[in-house]
């Protein structure tokens, strides 16, 4: 059964791009532009993975992280940060949050691919 994966970021030259890999991958993918919208489809929908961006109108990546982080419920989701923000502060703050892995944009295609794979194997 293919993994169901939550794109979040509010630029659709990023999302496009994402959703065409991940699909190629045999995943069922889904799309929020922003934290809104992803804290929706969370509460909607079975989600497995999470790409998600931190910043993002209105609720960010980080608050959407720990949001979920906290719900008992999704404790099986991995969360990938996938950010423009590479400082070591941002980083530490979003493992601190929960996230299973961190990835800085630009990113390659492939470095996604792979974490996106090893953590749904665990």
């Known amino acids: ?17 994402l959703q065409f890999l991940m699909e190629q991958n045999g995943h069922d993918v889904m799309v929020a532009f922003s934290g809104e919208e ?18 993002l109108p209105v609720i960010d ?14 404790n099986k ?3 990938i940060l996938l950010t423009a923000l590479g400082s070591d502060a941002n980083v530490e703050k979003g493992l601190a949050l929960g996230a299973d892995a961190y990835i800085t ?3 390659s295609n ?6 996106v794979k ?3 194997e665990e």
């Open 1 to 17: 059964m293919p993994k169901k994966i939550l794109i979040v970021d509010d630029e659709p030259s990023i999302i496009v791009p």
């Open 38 to 55: 992803a804290m929706e489809i969370i509460t909607e929908k079975k989600v497995d993975l999470i790409l998600l961006d931190i910043m």
């Open 61 to 74: 990546g980080f608050e959407v992280c720990q949001r979920v982080r906290e719900n008992p419920q999704w």
């Open 77 to 79: 989701i991995k969360i």
């Open 105 to 107: 944009k630009p990113f």
């Open 110 to 115: 492939i470095e996604v691919v792979d974490k």
């Open 118 to 120: 090893e953590l749904l």
